[in-house]
DNA sequence: TTAGTTGCAAACAATTTGCACGTTG
DNA sequence: CAACGTGCAAATTGTTTGCAACTAA
């Protein structure tokens, strides 16, 4: 999920927020780094290229771009957040406790979840998110 | 989901674990407490009872229970994780953005999704959950 | 020019851990 | 008695914030 410059930067504009290199670096990074990217790895590839960023911003950003709706967090692990463009086609991150691998599953049963949700509830509902945890099919079987 | 006590103790010994005083407490305030108490209310509830216990023993207590499969860990707001006895029928979790309620939804596709998750990636799935945030019928009226 | 942005270090909140003591089987 | 459980305080982890300096519109 990679989102065009100007686009971002209406966005951001049009809040009375302003679309720095840095923020433009970050969300840049979020579109290039496969996966999903926590904190932690999006300051150090964005210290790559801007040495002097510092992980303040890189929160302070991510925080902006979530309330602007242009990426989502989400807690795969236990502990810390992971973050990814959002608007891509809904999906459930499936993360296996032995390899910590995670896996992205697309399917049209989650739109419909959200829309009986939605309808059901009488809600507005902004965000919408599954996540499952288990042993993926290759490490089921060499569990000991 | 209230969980027998007989059933635990079963569960615990069979791991080498020990269902001791402060443990059963733990679990049947779980049973007990309406909604998705976090560790703090626990804590505070449990202390009514046993003054003498430490929020570390419930937090040891919680992973345990966890790692049995008997209580499930969510992240329902930003911050902090809330605690529910495990084994209910699968529902979303909806937290409105603006009166902070938490609504359980109740919906045969999540199991579905479940099993088609399971069926696709020949994974083990041991946990899954659905998380959705919006505003809610009553609030998102009166959004100032 | 001036409101918005950043780095730095300090502050915070939630959770975990080391250790000495208590408890259970 | 041997292994497990617990309280306490200290440590850790992830994230946020105050403030002075900086920069984009």
């Known amino acids: ?66 309330k602007e709706g242009i990426v ?15 608007g891509d086609f809904p999906h459930v991150h499936f993360t296996c406790l032995k390899c910590g691998r995670v896996i992205e599953f697309k399917n049209p049963l989650l739109g419909r979840l959200k829309s009986e949700l939605r309808r059901k509830l009488k809600a507005d509902v902004r965000e919408f998110h599954a996540h499952a945890r288990g042993f993926c099919a290759r490490c089921r079987k060499v569990r000991h």
């Open 72 to 86: 989502e967090g989400h807690r795969l692990g236990e502990s810390h957040a992971h973050y990814e463009a959002a």
């Open 1 to 66: 999920m990679v989102i065009s410059n100007r686009l971002i930067k209406n966005a951001l504009k049009s809040s009375g927020r302003r679309a720095t290199p840095k923020r433009l670096l970050i969300l840049d990074l979020l579109g290039k780094i496969p996966g999903h990217p926590d904190a932690e790895t999006l300051f150090l590839r964005a210290r790559n290229i801007d040495p002097h960023i510092s992980l303040a911003t890189v929160y302070r950003t991510l925080a902006l771009l979530k």
